[in-house]
């Protein structure tokens, strides 16, 4: 049987996820609210180009406003918005859902949990995606992650490995390696750390961040670790058990309690960011560097997902009464540059040079 699949959100991971999929033969419906995007898209097709060359396969587009002629129900959705647009988009979509089907969030933050309140617990899947896309004109993704690391992570929110993830899991290895889960939290969590460290910082650094000197790489990697580490035990104190940060043992990032074992854990942290991420210089041949997506939000003058990475953090640390000064110092200083009020510079790490403690 056919399953019929809506991508709400074909910006970059949903975009990914629709050209994979439809060269595989899947039957699928991209929704976008960028015209222009949806135009394109429409008019020449979705062009994807990944480290092993390019392609660009014909697609179904849809405006968000072309949404309520729609008549026939998916089997799966792939929710790949910007996590402030995670409840509307939901709504929007939940009529349009089978009652057997169900939803993956694929996106940065915890949005699983709102998903579920509003179409159940039984129709939400997780999906931690693990690959770096961006999108800087309409009708073309660019994959700029290596072909050969892990791509995506699906379980049930129950911990269960049922037959639909595995379902979902075999599609997807057209992206790379990807694997079910029995601890899908650990792994949301385990992504949100990566994005505490390095999202937000790139945004406040802007485009430079490619290009700093010794000691500036040396601040923000300090930062980085800081960062993590407020969020591990965040985690922890929730009872969530970690799966690894970039190779790297969860525990190790909750663990650390002085200034010797942040600096070991900035070497660890320093050389698995070596093996996971291509060099700039290797992938301007793909046309646009690996930018973090929080970076593309600041270049294009759009409101950012802080709230939802670091600003969550810093809220989950206050219900548990974990102090998170670090994320917050971020969430801080990101609000100010998409206000216009400081501009994204590497010289911005200065200020956030008083939080480096444990």
């Known amino acids: 049987m056919t399953r019929r699949i809506a991508i709400l959100g074909a910006g970059a991971i949903g975009a ?68 402030y ?51 800087y004109e309409p009708g073309h993704v660019i994959r700029t992650d290596p072909l050969t690391s892990h791509c995506f992570t699906i379980g049930e929110l129950s911990g269960l490995i049922t ?13 790379g390696p990807g694997e079910a889960t029995n601890n899908i939290w650990g792994w949301r969590w385990s992504k949100l750390l990566i994005n505490c460290m390095m999202n937000a910082l790139s945004g406040i650094i802007g485009d430079a961040v490619f290009s700093l000197n010794e000691e500036q790489q040396d601040t923000a990697n300090l930062i980085r ?8 035990r965040v985690a922890t104190a929730l009872g969530i058990t970690l799966e690894p940060i970039i190779g790297i043992p969860g525990g190790d990032f909750a663990e650390v309690t002085t200034t010797d074992g942040i600096m070991k854990l900035k ?11 291509i060099p700039p210089e290797k992938t301007k041949k793909l046309g646009a560097p690996d930018r973090p997506s929080l970076l593309q939000d600041v270049i294009k003058g759009r409101r950012t997902e802080v709230d939802y990475l670091n600003g969550e953090a810093v809220k989950k640390g206050n219900e548990v009464g974990i102090s998170t000064p670090m994320n917050r110092a971020i969430v801080d200083l990101t609000k100010k540059i998409e206000d216009r009020e400081v501009k994204p510079d590497p010289q911005n790490l200065e200020r956030l040079k008083p ?3 444990i």
Request: with cysteine; charged share 25%; net charge negative.
């Open 267 to 277: 070497e660890k942290l320093e050389a698995a960011m070596k093996r996971r991420y």
């Open 85 to 135: 647009d995670t409840r509307w988009s939901t709504y929007l979509i939940e009529p349009l859902l089978k009652p057997t089907g169900f939803i993956l969030p694929a996106q940065n933050g915890l949005n699983d949990e709102l998903v579920a309140s509003i179409v159940g617990f039984n129709r939400t899947v997780g999906c931690v995606p693990s690959i770096s896309v961006g999108v």
């Open 16 to 83: 990914a996820i629709g050209a994979y999929l439809i060269r595989e033969g899947h039957d699928i419906t991209l929704i976008d609210q960028w015209a222009q995007h949806v135009d394109k898209m429409r008019s020449d097709g979705l062009r994807l180009t990944d480290l092993n060359g390019e392609f660009t396969v014909p697609t179904k587009a849809l405006h968000l406003s072309e949404v309520s002629n729609l008549r026939e129900q998916f089997d799966i959705v792939y929710l790949s918005v910007k996590s």
């Open 355 to 357: 939080y480096l403690v």
């Open 163 to 175: 037959p639909r993830v595995r379902e979902v899991v075999d599609a997807l290895k057209v992206f």
């Open 225 to 232: 670790v800081v960062t993590g580490c407020e969020v591990a």
